[in-house]
């Protein structure tokens, strides 16, 4: 960094302690892919493009609507209609004409997927769907490509680093790790559905371009094997940990091959097939003497259980608590399915026997739904 000019831009950054120019030059020279340019990728993109990253691909094919403004401040009114890559880049080349902007006005599939992340050095998911989610999960995995990860919705946001080289050269965990299988439609509402606080990606999308930042420079703790969690209404930062799981790396592609063969859209739930029961199933099991419910949800979650007894093992505590676990079936329930799924597939992975252990399809909002539905028809 021998430019007077880049110098100074980078000046205030390059004077922390432990950061210093050979930080500054490890950014200079990074390469990295962001997938989305709405709520997360704004942030993500003006404080990488601010940061000094060396080159940025940017991978988006939708246009700008007024619905988009109260959260993805790097557009304004007059861009409305016009592609997201487009107006980003434009933007962001006034920001520094320094960094290297490359566009893909593309929806990223199983096609084009592999080939477009080769080129980068690490790989930051700001999309909106879960079908996006797990194609670029597997895809980093099958490449060798660490993976920035965040989500939004309502007032909370997620963040977490995936397949990162750790000190035994073994990759840390991935995606299917903490969410082994897609949920199926409407099982989990998206931002459309939900709603979304407008500050909130602009927090969330900031903790994504740290964590990029970390890794590109190799300073601080990153968010490996861990998931963080941010809470809007109470302020509130909670930190999961989790580990690498046999069960969910089943559901990775083994190769390229299969990887195009993959129909991320309407992706094969083998675990659902596996573990999971239905609500009808799920009141026949609770006559049994010989089973057990598990809610693996936060204490604070709603709708809270009061129709049958239960006991509450929150996931982040579930691997300390198994061998508590005696020989009778057990059932774990969640929000939506998908937490209690994973709960299923860990105690299996744990005692080496899936014949025990179910998933209530849907989670305990489902089956409320079903049960209200049942007694306004009686």
Request: net charge negative; charged share 20%.
């Given at each position: 960094m021998e430019d007077k000019n880049l110098h100074e831009r980078y000046q205030r950054q390059v004077i922390l302690k432990g950061f210093g120019a050979p930080a500054q030059n490890a950014l200079l020279n990074a390469k990295v892919l962001v997938i989305g340019a709405g709520g997360l990728g704004c942030p993500v993109l003006q404080y990488l493009t601010a940061a000094g990253i060396g080159c940025i691909g940017v991978v988006d094919d939708d246009v700008i609507s007024l619905s988009n403004l109260h959260r993805q401040v790097l557009f304004d009114s007059n861009d409305i209609g016009k592609p997201k890559t487009r107006v980003a880049i434009i933007k962001l080349r006034m920001m520094n004409p320094d960094t290297k902007l490359v566009e893909y006005q593309i929806r990223l599939d199983n096609n084009n997927c592999l080939d477009i992340i080769s080129g980068y050095d690490i790989i930051v998911d700001?999309?909106?769907?879960?079908?996006?989610?797990?194609?670029?999960?597997?895809?980093?995995?099958?490449?060798?490509?660490?993976?920035?990860?965040?989500?939004?919705?309502?007032?909370?946001?997620?963040?977490?680093?995936?397949?990162?080289?750790?000190?035994?050269?073994?990759?840390?965990?991935?995606?299917?790790?903490?969410?082994?299988?897609?949920?199926?439609?409407?099982?989990?509402?998206?931002?459309?559905?939900?709603?979304?606080?407008?500050?909130?990606p602009g927090i969330t999308g900031s903790l994504q371009a740290n964590e990029v930042i970390k890794l590109i420079t190799g300073i601080g703790a990153k968010l490996v094997n861990q998931l963080l969690t941010y809470?809007?209404?109470?302020?509130?930062?909670?930190?999961?940990?989790?580990?690498?799981?046999?069960?969910?790396?089943?559901?990775?592609p083994a190769n390229e091959t299969d990887f195009l063969k993959m129909n991320y859209e309407n992706e094969?739930?083998?675990?659902?097939?596996?573990?999971?029961?239905?609500?009808?199933?799920?009141?026949?099991?609770?006559?049994?003497?010989?089973?057990?419910?598990?809610?693996?949800?936060?204490?604070?979650?709603?709708?809270f259980v009061t129709e049958f007894e239960f006991t509450r093992i929150p996931l982040e505590e579930l691997k300390?608590?198994?061998?508590?676990?005696?020989?009778?079936?057990?059932?774990?329930?969640?929000?939506?399915?998908?937490?209690?799924?994973?709960?299923?597939?860990?105690?299996?992975?744990?005692?080496?026997?899936?014949?025990?252990?179910?998933?209530?399809q849907g989670g305990i909002v489902a089956w409320k739904k079903i049960h209200e539905m049942n007694h306004n028809g009686n």
């Open positions: 700001c999309t909106d769907n879960f079908a996006s989610r797990y194609m670029i999960n597997d895809a980093c995995v099958l490449k060798g490509k660490p993976l920035v990860y965040a989500a939004v919705s309502g007032f909370e946001g997620q963040v977490a680093v995936f397949n990162v080289v750790g000190k035994g050269k073994e990759r840390t965990g991935n995606y299917r790790d903490l969410f082994p299988v897609q949920p199926k439609k409407g099982e989990v509402l998206n931002c459309a559905e939900a709603g979304v606080l407008g500050v909130l809470n809007a209404i109470h302020n509130q930062f909670i930190v999961y940990e989790y580990n690498s799981s046999i069960q969910s790396s089943a559901f990775i094969c739930t083998a675990y659902i097939d596996h573990f999971g029961i239905n609500a009808e199933k799920f009141d026949e099991m609770l006559l049994q003497s010989n089973t057990k419910v598990i809610d693996v949800r936060e204490p604070h979650e709603l709708p300390r608590k198994l061998n508590e676990f005696t020989k009778e079936n057990i059932i774990f329930i969640c929000q939506t399915g998908v937490r209690s799924m994973q709960a299923a597939a860990i105690a299996a992975d744990h005692f080496d026997n899936s014949s025990r252990f179910f998933s209530l």
